[in-house]
């Protein structure tokens, strides 16, 4: 009798079909290996993951048979969806877009592909694993803050020998006549292979924290007893916009101006001298890269650096002097502003300058303007008339708690200014200023 009762069984079994057992027991999900399959691709298809697909099975390598049957565990209130097909990548995708629209995560992508880089060019192929269709009790909880948004950002691209103007818009969804607009040209005859446009491009970039104080503020204080001003800009406000002052709305140089007739000229809410210049041609002497574009180069190695997400980082180039000019140069960057030296770095004194400054004047007693950072989102801008070395600015500059620092141009260019009116009014004439822009709105770039 209990023979017959266990053969009854298994042909109930037989009939019912692989991941359905009898009402005593809980239902359990199977898959069956293909050809090509592999635990991780498995594991991406089906939400289990390697780990526990070993443990179902009694797995202790990655070897599998195809038509072997694989145990995915009693059916919860997590149930993995079908399969959501092939993909094929379009111009403009990038990998973690892909993964978004069909509500995967890029793990899940590249391990169901079996990609090396997050790397994908338009006509490839991907495979997308299946979504997971969340229990009870994940619905109940709040959705994780995403830690990406994307914008819509402006550059500079060449056109390539086998580019028209028709393809080259279509590229970035403008009409052949948006794409003239927004560059300012008169007519198309302008749009040639190796000529530079503006075009716009969506990118994902990281979400700035919370602001922790007011876009920009503006005191006066005495650390280690000299009076110095201070500007501090808080970086996690999407619309504040650290930028190079010109003295025309031209992007040349010209004859210079003073920092104040700076300030009221660009509207900027504070701005501070910038870096060192030629006397006669007022040509900066380091790399200067302004709405993304790359208006000088020089020798000075180290700069600060911004994105246009408002990340700001002091670090030197990582091309070559004589590759300057290229696009490559600064890539990723909305402003960067060579200078130095480097006074302070990770909080600590220097004591060591590069050889490109090496003018003796540079490191007696003059006034002194400096910026700093106490994070990557902090920027501080000091500016003081005393007369001081390059080791008692840093020195200075790290009692106010600032880690990074880089010396601006000092003696009679030296100053600052704040609501469109000079505190410290420089001496001479200087090449540029370093505004600060608040409640701005317009294009952002990015190199």
Partial sequence: MLRRLFLLSLTLAAIIGPGVSLAATPALRTVTVKAGDTLPRIAARTGVSVTRLRALNGLRGDGLI??????????????????????????????????????????????????????????????????????????????ARPTTEVRTLYTYVRMGVRDT????????????????????LASYK???????????????????????????TFKTLRPLGVPV??????????????????????????????????????????????????????APAGDIVMQGRMLTWGRIPMALAITPDNRATIRASTTPLLRRPLDTSWAGMETVIATGPRLLA????????????????????????AVGLVSNRDLVLVSTHTRLTTTEMGKLMARLGIRDALLLDGGSSAGIAWNGAPVLESVRRVSYGIGVFTGYTGRRYVR
């Fill in 190 to 216: 302008h749009m040639v292979p190796g000529s530079k446009l503006l075009v716009p491009t969506r990118v994902p970039v990281p979400i700035p924290p919370r602001p922790l104080h007011q876009p920009v």
């Fill in 229 to 282: 001003q201070i500007i501090t800009v808080d970086l996690r406000y999407r619309s504040t916009l650290i930028a190079p002052v010109l003295p025309s709305n031209r992007l040349n140089f010209g004859s210079g101006a003073r920092v104040g007739q700076l300030a009221r000229n660009s509207g900027a809410q504070a701005l501070i001298n910038g870096s060192y210049f030629h006397p006669l041609s007022f």
């Fill in 346 to 369: 990770g909080g600590r004194l220097t004591v060591g300058y590069s050889a490109a400054f090496r003018d003796p004047a540079l490191f007696g007693r003059a006034a002194r303007s």
């Fill in 66 to 143: 195809r038509g072997q049957v694989l145990h995915l565990g009693p059916v919860s209130g997590t149930k993995p969806a079908a399969p959501q097909g092939v993909y094929t990548v379009r111009k403009g995708d990038w990998l973690s877009k892909v993964a978004a629209r069909y509500g995967v995560t890029v793990a899940a992508l590249r391990t169901a592909n079996r990609l090396k880089t997050t790397v994908i060019t338009p006509g490839q192929k991907l495979i997308v694993p299946a979504r997971t269709r969340p229990s009870v009790t994940q619905a109940h909880r709040p959705a």
């Fill in 165 to 184: 103007p028709a393809a080259l818009a279509a590229r970035y969804h403008l009409s052949v006549d948006g794409l003239r607009r927004l560059n300012g």
